[in-house]
Every structure is written in C-alpha cells, then in structure tokens.
C-alpha cells in the first residue's frame, strides 16, 4: 500500500484546512486508518484513529471538536476536516495505515505511512 497526504498549506489562525490521504496498492477499505503529525524539534504524535468502516473514531485531546476524520472506502482515501486551526497544529502532518480494522493510537501498529504534508498556522 502506498499512502500520500496531500491538501497541506499556510493559513491563518482559525482558518479551516482539509486533508486527503490517498491509498494505491491495494484496497484499504478493511484497514484502520490514522493521522499523525510532527512538529518542528518534537516527536511525532497521535491526531486522530478511525477505523475501518468509519463507525469508530478516536481524538488525541488536542484536537478534539475542531478535528474530524473521515473516510470514502470506494475513493480509497480517508480525510482529516481540522477548523479552528491554531498555531500549535503547525506541523507535518502523516496518514498512516493498520493492516487490521482497529482503531488504535499506537504508532508501532500501523503498518504503511504516507510522506506528509506540512500544515502551518500562523496567528
């Protein structure tokens, strides 16, 4: 499975962003599926779990009621919705694909990554 997110750029504080990350390979319509993201000087962190239907979704705190993941099994790609950016979601930002139909925040579970898309807000 190849993973690419792309839908990253520069905006403002408050601004809303979308990203996609598109599967090829094969299908990911049975694969959990997350998104992670790295800031400048930090370690690569959870954003936000779903798995593979879409029914079952999981939020890092951070991102919780701004954030909202989705999923077109048939488009092979999955979405991040992120409104009210803030300055700290500056980051770069991973989809990353579980080759079973969890939800987990577990980056060692997750079996193929995307390159990454860089998301930066400014306030």
């Known amino acids: 499975v190849q993973l690419q997110a792309f839908g990253g750029g520069s905006v403002q504080a408050g601004d809303p962003l979308r990203l996609s990350c598109a599967a090829s390979g094969r299908t990911i319509s049975n694969y959990g599926m997350g998104w992670f993201r790295q800031a400048p000087g930090k370690e690569r962190e959870f954003v936000v779990a779903i798995n593979w239907s879409g029914d079952n979704t999981y939020y890092a705190d951070s991102v919780k009621g701004r954030f909202t993941v989705s999923r077109d099994n048939a488009k092979n790609t999955v979405y991040l919705q992120m409104n009210s950016l803030k300055p700290e979601d500056t980051a770069v930002y991973y989809c990353?694909?579980?080759?079973?139909?969890?939800?987990?925040?577990?980056?060692?579970?997750?079996?193929?990554w995307g390159q990454g898309t860089q998301v930066t807000v400014s306030s």
């Open positions: 990353a694909a579980d080759r079973s139909y969890r939800v987990t925040w577990y980056q060692d579970q997750y079996d193929y």
